[in-house]
C-alpha cells in the first residue's frame, strides 16, 4: 500500500518568514497527493492537492506545493508565515492505480512565533 | 455545503461494551472512511467502503468492524471495546479517488 513519511515533528519558525513542512512518499503507480491542516479542537481542512500537471500547485492561505518525481517529494510551502498558520499539517497519498483508499503522514506541528 | 456527519462527539464506554459509531454524507459520494487519530502516529486507516456493501481492511481493522448497508452512512463497530481503543476517531468520505476528503468532527472514545 501507498505510504507517507513527514519527516520532521515540529518546525518552528518566525512570522514574515518562509515555512517548508516536507512530506515524501511512497506508491506503486502514480500518486495523488494532498495537504490537510488541523486547527485545535477542530476538523481536518484541506488544503490543496496535486493530480496532474504543474508540479507547483497552490492552494488556500496562501499555501503552494512542489511536486518533485525523483525526490518522491511534495513539500507545502509559504513565502510569509503567519502567527494564525500554527497548526497541525497532515501529508495524504492516494495511488491512482490501486485502490481508493488514503493514506496519511503522522502530521507535523507548525509554530509560528510572533 | 457539503457535509460529514458523526453522531457523538464525546463518548465514554466501559471495557467489553459494544460501540457503535455512526457517520453520514448528505453529498453522495462511493467512498467513505474510518481513521482513527492519535499523536505522534496521525490518521491511521481502519476500514474504508468503496460502495454499498463493500468494504475494505485498512491498516488496522483489528478490533473494529464496519457496516455500509446505505450509500449514505458508514458505521464502525468496537465489538467488545479495549482501553487501548481510545482515540479521536474521523469519518471521511469523497467522490473520486482524485478528489479530496470531506472530514467529520470527529468522535473523542474514551474507554475505560
Known amino acids: 500500500a501507498q505510504s507517507v513519511a513527514q519527516p520532521e515533528d515540529q518546525v518552528n519558525v518566525a512570522e514574515g518568514n518562509p515555512l517548508t513542512v516536507k512530506c515524501t512518499y511512497s506508491?506503486?503507480?502514480?500518486?495523488?497527493l494532498f495537504w490537510y491542516v488541523q486547527y485545535p479542537n477542530r476538523g481536518l481542512q484541506f488544503l490543496l492537492k496535486?493530480?496532474?500537471?504543474?508540479?507547483l500547485v497552490k492552494g488556500s492561505y496562501g499555501f503552494e506545493a512542489e511536486f518533485n518525481k525523483s525526490q518522491t517529494s511534495f513539500h507545502l510551502k509559504k513565502p510569509s508565515a503567519l502567527v494564525s498558520d500554527s497548526a497541525l499539517y497532515f501529508c495524504?497519498?492516494?495511488?491512482?492505480?490501486?485502490?481508493?483508499?488514503?493514506?496519511f503522514g503522522a502530521g507535523t506541528r507548525l509554530t509560528v512565533k510572533p | 455545503d457539503v457535509k460529514v456527519t458523526q453522531s457523538s462527539r464525546y463518548l465514554v464506554k466501559r471495557t467489553g461494551e459494544k460501540v457503535f459509531l455512526e457517520c453520514v454524507q448528505d453529498?453522495?459520494?462511493?467512498?467513505m472512511f474510518w481513521y482513527r487519530q492519535d499523536p505522534g502516529l496521525g490518521l491511521r486507516l481502519i476500514y474504508f467502503?468503496?460502495?454499498?456493501?463493500?468494504?475494505e481492511k485498512g491498516d488496522i481493522p483489528e478490533g473494529y468492524s464496519v457496516s455500509r448497508e446505505k450509500k449514505e452512512r458508514f458505521s464502525l463497530i468496537l465489538e467488545s471495546a479495549s482501553t487501548n481503543q481510545t482515540s479521536m476517531y474521523l469519518c471521511?468520505?469523497?467522490?473520486?479517488?482524485?478528489?479530496?476528503?470531506?472530514f467529520g468532527s470527529g468522535t473523542q472514545l474514551s474507554v475505560l
Open positions: 471521511a468520505s469523497s467522490r473520486q479517488k482524485n478528489e479530496k476528503l470531506f
Open positions: 506508491v506503486s503507480g502514480n500518486p495523488y
Open positions: 496535486y493530480i496532474t500537471g504543474d508540479n
Open positions: 495524504a497519498v492516494r495511488d491512482w492505480y490501486n485502490n481508493n483508499d488514503m493514506r
Open positions: 453529498m453522495d459520494h462511493e467512498n
Open positions: 467502503s468503496y460502495d454499498v456493501k463493500m468494504k
